[in-house]
């Protein structure tokens, strides 16, 4: 059975960096969009960033977009996130998810079935 395991958050100061990095079990990593989605206290997920399959094509959220930078390491079944310049607003916990099928969106929750057990990142001001 595949499984998702995130690693790398912390508590940072503003201004400073982190890298977020998702370790997936299974021979078919390669096989899927990969996503990172975060959620804030009392906020609801949000989609954060996604890669394409072999990695060619990436995609952000406006909020993120030139701060943070999604990668995928298929030899080693691992997604990162890299994340610079962080904010206080940047502090959630962030997960990995896996995309159902293709041809659907990549910003949408409903299709990634498959989710990590998130990492907490916390941005102090």
């Known amino acids: 059975q595949v499984q998702l395991v995130e690693s790398g958050g912390g508590l940072v100061q503003a201004g400073g960096s982190l890298r977020l990095s998702c370790a997936a079990s299974?021979?078919?990593?390669?096989?899927?969009?990969m996503g990172w989605f975060r959620q804030a206290p009392g906020k609801e997920r949000e989609f954060v960033a996604a890669?394409?399959?072999?990695?060619?094509?990436?995609y952000y959220a406006d909020s993120v977009k030139g701060r943070f930078t999604i990668s995928r390491d298929n030899a080693k079944n691992t997604l990162f996130l890299q994340l610079n310049s962080l904010k206080p607003e940047d502090t959630a916990v962030y997960y990995c998810?896996?995309?159902?099928?293709?041809?659907?969106?990549?910003?949408?929750?409903?299709?990634?079935?498959?989710w990590g057990q998130g990492t907490q990142v916390t941005v102090s001001s």
């Open positions: 998810a896996r995309q159902a099928q293709r041809g659907t969106d990549y910003y949408t929750l409903s299709n990634y079935d498959l």
């Open positions: 299974g021979r078919t990593f390669s096989s899927n969009v």
């Open positions: 890669i394409s399959r072999f990695g060619g094509s990436t």
